[in-house]
């Protein structure tokens, strides 16, 4: 068997998601940055060829809701990945520690029981300008990575077919 070049693959290379299908679940909390999250999200998959009706997005009331609205689409529809998109902004409790690591652990968890890309688009910020700066602000938009990131999965996963 003829030795891959391994150095012509392309980070940069985003597959097309012409045939893949999608869930998105955003958090109501700080929705005007979940929302531009989401926006982002969906902008980007129909850049690289999704379809409208490819596309479904629902929401919850906080991001720590976020993999029981994942679990929907997993067992309720037949998207190929879904984008869970939130934004947890550190208070003077410790409810920002609890409600990360509720949706770090439930979408690791959802990875591995479906067998399905769960992409983790949650923000996790000091404060509120932190947050606007990665939802469409200096440092670009993470729902956009999101939307990038749930593509390649479903590409590789569908590689091995
Ligand atoms: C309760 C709460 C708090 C304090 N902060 C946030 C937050 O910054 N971002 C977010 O998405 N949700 C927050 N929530 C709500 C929780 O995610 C959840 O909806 C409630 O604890 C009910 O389960």
């Known amino acids: 068997m003829a030795t891959k070049d391994l ?8 597959p097309s998601a012409e045939n893949m299908k999608f869930g998105i679940v955003v ?3 700080n929705l005007q940055i979940t929302g531009a999250l989401a926006n982002g999200a ?7 060829g999704a ?17 029981l609205g994942g679990q929907f689409f997993a067992e309720l529809d037949n ?43 949650v923000l996790t910020t000091e404060n509120e300008q932190q947050a606007l700066d990665r939802a469409g ?10 939307a990038v990131t749930a593509i390649k999965m479903v590409d590789l996963q569908q590689s091995f077919n």
């Open 137 to 146: 602000g200096i440092h670009g938009n993470k729902g956009d990575e999101a």
């Open 27 to 29: 958090a109501e909390w």
């Open 42 to 48: 969906v902008e980007t998959l129909k850049k690289h």
């Open 79 to 121: 998207v190929d990945a879904v984008i869970l998109l939130g934004c947890v902004i550190q208070g003077e409790t410790r409810h920002f520690d609890y409600i990360c690591e509720g949706v770090t652990q439930g979408t690791k968890d959802l990875n591995l029981k479906y067998n399905k890309p769960f992409i983790f688009g």
């Open 51 to 67: 379809t409208d009706s490819n596309i479904k997005v629902k929401y919850v009331p906080g991001t720590f809701e976020l993999p």
């Open 7 to 14: 150095s012509a693959y392309d980070i940069n290379s985003v």
